[in-house]
Nanobody, 120 residues
Framework: QVQLVESGGGLVQAGGSLRLSCTAS????????MVWYRQAPGKQRELVARITNGGTTSYADSVKGRFTISRDNAKNTVYLQMNSLKPEDTAVYYCNAFVYSDSYTVKPYWGQGTQVTVSS
Protein backbone atom coordinates (compact mmCIF):
# COMPACT_ATOMS: atom_id res chain seq x y z
CA GLN A 1 0.00 0.00 0.00
CA VAL A 2 0.96 3.62 -0.49
CA GLN A 3 0.19 6.62 1.70
CA LEU A 4 0.33 10.27 0.73
CA VAL A 5 0.64 12.78 3.55
CA GLU A 6 0.19 16.49 2.94
CA SER A 7 1.33 19.33 5.15
CA GLY A 8 1.79 23.09 5.07
CA GLY A 9 -1.75 24.38 4.90
CA GLY A 10 -3.05 27.13 7.14
CA LEU A 11 -4.50 30.61 7.40
CA VAL A 12 -2.81 33.47 5.56
CA GLN A 13 -3.72 37.00 4.56
CA ALA A 14 -4.27 37.92 0.94
CA GLY A 15 -0.94 38.54 -0.77
CA GLY A 16 0.83 36.08 1.48
CA SER A 17 2.54 32.79 0.73
CA LEU A 18 2.32 29.16 1.76
CA ARG A 19 4.27 26.07 0.79
CA LEU A 20 2.50 22.72 0.68
CA SER A 21 4.32 19.40 0.80
CA CYS A 22 3.14 15.90 0.01
CA THR A 23 5.25 12.83 0.75
CA ALA A 24 4.54 9.35 -0.52
CA SER A 25 5.53 6.26 1.46
CA UNK A 26 4.98 2.53 1.27
CA UNK A 27 5.40 0.06 -1.55
CA UNK A 28 6.87 2.35 -4.21
CA UNK A 29 8.79 1.27 -7.28
CA UNK A 30 8.42 4.55 -9.12
CA UNK A 31 6.16 7.58 -9.07
CA UNK A 32 4.93 8.95 -12.36
CA UNK A 33 2.97 12.21 -12.37
CA MET A 34 2.26 14.07 -9.13
CA VAL A 35 -0.65 16.48 -9.08
CA TRP A 36 -2.18 19.06 -6.77
CA TYR A 37 -5.95 19.49 -6.82
CA ARG A 38 -8.16 21.75 -4.76
CA GLN A 39 -11.81 21.81 -3.80
CA ALA A 40 -13.60 24.86 -2.49
CA PRO A 41 -16.92 24.56 -0.64
CA GLY A 42 -19.77 23.91 -3.06
CA LYS A 43 -17.42 23.53 -6.02
CA GLN A 44 -15.97 20.63 -7.96
CA ARG A 45 -12.43 19.49 -7.39
CA GLU A 46 -10.10 21.17 -9.88
CA LEU A 47 -6.56 20.51 -11.03
CA VAL A 48 -4.13 23.15 -9.81
CA ALA A 49 -0.72 21.97 -10.99
CA ARG A 50 0.92 18.84 -12.34
CA ILE A 51 4.50 17.64 -12.63
CA THR A 52 5.79 14.60 -14.47
CA ASN A 53 8.57 12.31 -13.34
CA GLY A 54 10.89 14.20 -15.66
CA GLY A 55 9.93 17.58 -14.26
CA THR A 56 7.56 18.91 -16.92
CA THR A 57 4.99 21.16 -15.28
CA SER A 58 1.55 22.50 -16.13
CA TYR A 59 -0.80 24.84 -14.28
CA ALA A 60 -4.39 25.97 -14.15
CA ASP A 61 -4.77 29.40 -15.70
CA SER A 62 -5.98 30.79 -12.39
CA VAL A 63 -2.64 30.09 -10.67
CA LYS A 64 -0.11 30.63 -13.45
CA GLY A 65 2.61 33.03 -12.39
CA ARG A 66 1.71 32.69 -8.70
CA PHE A 67 2.12 28.98 -7.90
CA THR A 68 5.12 26.75 -8.55
CA ILE A 69 5.09 22.96 -8.41
CA SER A 70 8.31 21.02 -7.85
CA ARG A 71 9.35 17.58 -6.69
CA ASP A 72 12.20 15.73 -5.03
CA ASN A 73 12.22 12.23 -6.49
CA ALA A 74 14.73 10.99 -3.92
CA LYS A 75 12.27 11.92 -1.16
CA ASN A 76 9.10 10.96 -3.06
CA THR A 77 7.85 14.44 -2.28
CA VAL A 78 6.01 17.08 -4.27
CA TYR A 79 5.77 20.73 -3.28
CA LEU A 80 3.45 23.58 -4.14
CA GLN A 81 4.80 27.06 -3.50
CA MET A 82 1.87 29.46 -3.45
CA ASN A 83 2.58 33.18 -3.66
CA SER A 84 0.34 36.23 -3.99
CA LEU A 85 -2.51 34.25 -2.50
CA LYS A 86 -6.07 35.44 -3.06
CA PRO A 87 -9.26 34.72 -1.10
CA GLU A 88 -10.46 32.65 -4.07
CA ASP A 89 -7.54 30.27 -3.47
CA THR A 90 -9.28 29.15 -0.28
CA ALA A 91 -9.90 25.41 -0.55
CA VAL A 92 -8.85 22.00 0.62
CA TYR A 93 -5.76 21.04 -1.35
CA TYR A 94 -5.22 17.40 -2.25
CA CYS A 95 -2.15 15.60 -3.48
CA ASN A 96 -2.52 12.89 -6.12
CA ALA A 97 0.18 10.57 -7.41
CA PHE A 98 0.38 7.76 -9.93
CA VAL A 99 2.52 5.13 -8.22
CA TYR A 100 4.08 2.02 -9.67
CA SER A 101 4.37 -0.80 -7.15
CA ASP A 102 6.37 -2.81 -9.69
CA SER A 103 7.37 -2.41 -13.34
CA TYR A 104 3.84 -2.86 -14.62
CA THR A 105 1.32 -2.01 -11.89
CA VAL A 106 0.33 1.64 -11.49
CA LYS A 107 -2.45 3.08 -9.35
CA PRO A 108 -3.57 6.58 -8.39
CA TYR A 109 -3.38 7.52 -4.73
CA TRP A 110 -4.76 10.52 -2.86
CA GLY A 111 -3.72 12.36 0.25
CA GLN A 112 -6.15 13.33 2.98
CA GLY A 113 -6.15 17.01 2.06
CA THR A 114 -4.87 20.14 3.76
CA GLN A 115 -6.93 23.28 4.32
CA VAL A 116 -5.73 26.59 2.88
CA THR A 117 -7.65 29.68 3.96
CA VAL A 118 -6.85 33.12 2.57
CA SER A 119 -8.40 36.07 4.37
CA SER A 120 -9.11 39.38 2.63
Amino acid sequence: QVQLVESGGGLVQAGGSLRLSCTASGSIFKINAMVWYRQAPGKQRELVARITNGGTTSYADSVKGRFTISRDNAKNTVYLQMNSLKPEDTAVYYCNAFVYSDSYTVKPYWGQGTQVTVSS
